[in-house]
């Protein structure tokens, strides 16, 4: 009875920690420096990495897909087929993985040493609500970044794709760019940006979760970031089909 | 005046605390000893509401915040300052921020008066310009004065000192111990320390408490101390001199 217990409470507590994560947005004192410097960090700096995975990302897919096309004499259609993966499936999970790696460790990491030093209890014992200034700050960075980052490698990868499409299989440029903007409806970037907007959800509690959470002073500090990362990927993976099932039901104009 | 009946906490199912009373009479400095993992800790967090026990109760200054949550428990929180064992100053802030960080939070003192205090504060701990230093470029010694100014700087009327000596070679431990009786001096604070360092808790201490098995094994005066029979509270003090004199 008590190894199933135990689990069941710490769902039960970790919906906990994302509804105050929530509330604590909306409510005073807001901390709007610690808000851009999380945005900072989530956003700006995870850039790079974001930009460099999304364009490989989407030369690979137009270079896999190629070829298979080519055999049915279809390679007009690289264009559409690699915008709409990108934007409805890759661009959001690759790019919310890649953030998982850096932001879901970075977050465990400090908030568990936070704990361990006993930094979060100074924060109570100084009448401050570390849930809101710790979570809910990082929070709303991540809601508003992350889908930030997930248009702009959904945009690289389509670049990326476009790039093999004219140097591999001698598509114009100009030609590439008709078949993604009459292959792409708006429903596709609401699908893209709603999976960006879950993925960031995952991505920031799951890591404060791990982070509040260590176990076992300092040494548990690495756990909770191998953890933090571990769930966010798995998590990431069953909301997007989840997601995908019904945004296709209550998008109608998403089409095949 | 701060008084503790019948607490008690168990983590996971072990007994911390068991039925733990005390009284910390207003302006001394009362030191608190016992084996490390006794719960000595655990009892300053308690009275902070760091931690909520499973049973007894709490009155800070004849109001019982047994059951007070977060928002309530506030004012009780900014009358005691605290000094936490590994100091917890934020790392991701200089002196400065950590230092006007708790006036940031509750007040609205304009900044030039909160630079003021802090300049005054750190000079206190004999940390004169040290406002810009990042907590990594400091020495544990020097951690645990910034972090005493920064439980100061809320003109607290308790401050808990967790194992303020801890770790630290004797000569700071001195230097910590002087400003442990300096604040009590100046500020007219009444102190709870925490310690195992028996040098420290004669220097500073005007009564004292030994925790053994979750309870208040002694507690008294200087002499009472020394001279006391408890077997465990003369185990522990045998233990002491031992550390000391190698
Ligand atoms: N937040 C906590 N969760 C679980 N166990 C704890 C927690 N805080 C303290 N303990 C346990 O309570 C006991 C007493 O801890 P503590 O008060 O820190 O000891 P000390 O007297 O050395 O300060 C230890 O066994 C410790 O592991
Ligand atoms: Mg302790």
Known sequence: MKSIRRPLNNVYDYFNLVAQAFAGIVKKPYYFSEVLRQMENIGVQSLPIVLLTSTFVGMILAYQSGFAMAVFGAKMYIGTLVSISLV???????????VAGRIGAGTAAEIGSMLVTEQIDALRAMGTDPMKKLVSTRLLAGMIMIPVLVIIADMMGILGGGFIAYATFGLAPPFFKKTVIEALVIEDLVMSILKALFFSILIITLGCYSGLNVEGGTSGVGHATTRAVVLSIVFI???DYFLTVVLLKLLPGLSF | ?????????????????EKLTVEIRT?????????????KSVMLKIILRLLIPDEGSIFIDGVDTTNFDEDAMMPFRRKIGMLFQGAALFDSMNVWQNLAFPLFEHTETPEDEIADKIAELLSFVGLDGSQDKMPSELSGGMKKRVALARAMITE???????????GLDPVTSGKINDLIIRTRERFGVTS?????????????GTR???IDDGKIAFEGTRSELLSSSNPELREFLKDAEWQDRY
């Open chain 1, 88 to 98: 409805r499936e890759l661009g959001p999970v690759l790019a919310s993985v890649v």
């Open chain 1, 237 to 239: 993976l069953i909301t």
């Open chain 2, 1 to 17: 005046m701060i008084s503790l009946k019948n607490i008690s906490k168990s983590f996971d199912g072990s007994r911390v605390l």
């Open chain 2, 27 to 39: 302006g001394e400095t009362f030191v608190i000893m016992g084996k490390s993992g006794c719960g």
């Open chain 2, 156 to 166: 607290p009327s308790y401050v808990f000192f967790d194992e303020p000596t801890t």
């Open chain 2, 192 to 204: 709870i320390v925490v310690t195992h360092d028996l040098v420290s808790a004669m220097k500073v």
């Open chain 2, 208 to 210: 004292f408490a030994f």
